[in-house]
């Protein structure tokens, strides 16, 4: 499998993120002190200090903050995929991700529903991405 955009780093805080995703799964980190939901992950809650922290299983839902376009490549990679759509989610959990808008991406709207889609593009990393629901 040949992938030539670029590919996030996997460290011990963000494994099971990843892990998940591989399963295509969305998590979110979990404080197991005061029930915040995060993400990205950090190693102690920035509500309550605690340092025990999981990871829970999120819907997959959101609604759409914001999104740009992207028309020049700024990796070459990216040259075959001009332009495509960086999008702001509000997990319906809370937290927000940025990602990819997939599909009719042209149909966005702000506040629009959608859906995670995982995208598999090496053989230990699958990206999370959304499209309108
Ligand atoms: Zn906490």
């Keep these: 499998m040949s992938y030539d955009k670029p590919l996030p780093r996997i460290d011990t805080l963000n494994k099971p993120f990843w892990d998940a995703a591989r399963e295509e799964k969305l998590v979110v980190q979990c ?58 989610v509000r997990l319906e959990e809370g937290p927000l991700l940025v990602s990819n808008l997939v599909g009719n991406a042209g149909a966005a709207k702000l506040g629009a529903a ?19 629901a």
């Design 31 to 88: 404080c197991d002190a005061c029930g915040d939901l995060r993400f990205p992950p950090s190693p102690v809650c920035p509500k309550c200090l605690s340092a025990a922290q999981s990871w829970t299983p999120a819907s997959g839902k959101g609604t759409l903050e914001s999104w740009v376009d992207f028309h020049r490549a700024y990796w070459g990679g990216f040259n075959d995929a001009l332009p495509y759509r960086v999008c702001l």
């Design 114 to 132: 959608v859906q995670v889609v995982f995208e598999r593009v090496t053989d230990t990393v699958t990206l999370p991405k959304f499209a309108l």
